[in-house]
Antibody, heavy 119, light 107 residues
Framework: QVQLVESGGGLVKPGGSLRLSCAASGFSFSDYYMSWIRQAPGKGLEWVSYISSSGGSIYYADSVKGRFTVSRDNAKNSLSLQMNSLRAEDTAVYYC????????????WGPGTTVTVSS | DIQMTQSPSSLSASVGDRVTITCQASQDIRNYLNWYQQKPGKAPKLLIYDASNLETGVPSRFSGSGSGTDFTFTISSLQPEDIATYYCHQYHNLPWTFGQGTKVEIK
């Protein structure tokens, strides 16, 4: 079935780095734009990044620009988020999500992976 | 950035009640708005896309309307399984932004 599964979360010290991965299955990954969304504990949803189906267009929220890098490997059906210079305010559950075709609804989400930035 | 003001922040209603949530954008976003449901400990789920289109498989008691700056999300007859937090989401401009959420509880 159509599925996204994130991995790579964990506890990291401020200033540290972490790489999140999102494995896609059950659909033609290379046809879809993908996004990362995060949710701090007890808070709402925050858009983080967006990458086109080919990887040729990439956008970031100002809060992560210059520190996070999104990439994709269509041959491996995989999406990644490299997070550097992590701050306490980056602590959140990180979700990868698929943008539907024909609309901009995020129609498939992974279960999320938790990133905790703390000394 | 486009600000999305969602109200109320929480509500309590009885099973069978009609529930309405509003979302106001700080500028015209046409119909570039989605609604999501998030249950505790789970990922969000797309319910409504492009302001008024029901996602496949979503019960017809959920509906959305509006365009421009003012949008409404309605549950026509609240069911126990609808207990969740609901978010609006604009994609007219980057950065995409979400409303702060509406927590729906059973009275």
């Amino acid at each position: 079935q159509v599925q996204l599964v994130e991995s790579g979360g964990g506890l990291v010290k401020p200033g540290g780095s972490l790489r999140l991965s999102c494995a896609a299955s059950g659909f033609s990954f290379s046809d879809y734009y993908m996004s990362w969304i995060r949710q701090a504990p007890g808070k709402g949803l925050e858009w983080v990044s967006y990458i086109s189906s080919s990887g040729g267009s990439i956008y970031y929220a100002d809060s992560v620009k210059g520190r996070f890098t999104v990439s994709r490997d269509n041959a491996k059906n995989s999406l990644s988020l490299q997070m550097n210079s992590l701050r306490a305010e980056d602590t959140a559950v990180y979700y990868c999500a698929r943008r539907g075709t024909g609309s901009y609804g995020l129609d498939v989400w992974g279960p999320g992976t938790t990133v905790t930035v703390s000394s | 950035d486009i600000q999305m003001t969602q109200s109320p922040s929480s509500l309590s209603a009885s099973v069978g009640d009609r529930v309405t949530i509003t979302c106001q954008a700080s500028q015209d976003i046409r119909n570039y708005l989605n609604w999501y449901q998030q249950k505790p400990g789970k990922a969000p789920k797309l319910l409504i896309y492009d302001a008024s289109n029901l996602e496949t498989g979503v019960p017809s008691r959920f509906s959305g309307s509006g365009s421009g700056t003012d949008f409404t999300f309605t549950i026509s007859s609240l069911q126990p399984e609808d207990i969740a937090t609901y978010y609006c989401h604009q994609y007219h401009n980057l950065p995409w932004t979400f409303g702060q959420g509406t927590k729906v509880e059973i009275k």
